[in-house]
């Protein structure tokens, strides 16, 4: 049910959601680090992390190297999910991530220590950002959202 309410009739605007509005540009961003942080510690331990509209996980595939030799190697993906991609007709691969791999929601409490922001804050500015990129991609513009 979580994911619902990333099914936009209508995009939202940063100035429209609570947490986002007090917030400043270098406030979102040490969040987003903190989760980027959170989201790379746990692929390396092989688990996926779902944030609402996806989900990071590792994805088995193979790199090129000399001579026509193949190496298999994991590659860090996000994978939209599937109701999101329908609802905002949108093309892109349909990945799977093999059963083996656990599959967890973030911990925004360790999130919260790391960034020493408070929990409810940090969950706020997450969930909104993640409301307005849904927006964007109602709207079909362009998102940069990069992670280090």
Not at 44 to 49: E, F, H, M, Y
Not at 117 to 134: H, K, M, N, P, S
């Amino acid at each position: 049910a979580k994911m619902q309410k990333f099914l936009l009739y209508n995009s939202v605007e940063p100035e429209e959601l609570p947490t986002l509005k007090e917030l400043n540009t270098i406030e979102i961003c040490k969040i987003w680090s903190g989760m980027s942080r959170y989201i790379y510690k746990q692929l390396l331990q092989k688990t996926a992390v779902e944030i609402g509209v996806g989900t990071f996980a590792l994805v088995p595939t193979h790199a090129s190297v000399e001579e026509g030799k193949v190496l298999p190697i994991e590659r860090p993906m996000f994978i939209m999910n599937k109701p999101l991609k329908v609802f905002y007709n949108l093309e892109c691969d349909d990945i799977k991530i093999s059963d083996e791999t656990s599959v967890v929601q973030p911990d925004f409490e360790e999130i919260a220590s790391d960034t020493h922001f408070r929990q409810e804050i940090v969950e706020q500015c997450v969930q909104e950002t993640l409301l307005c990129f849904a927006g964007a991609l109602r709207e079909n513009k362009e998102v940069e959202f990069s992670f280090r």
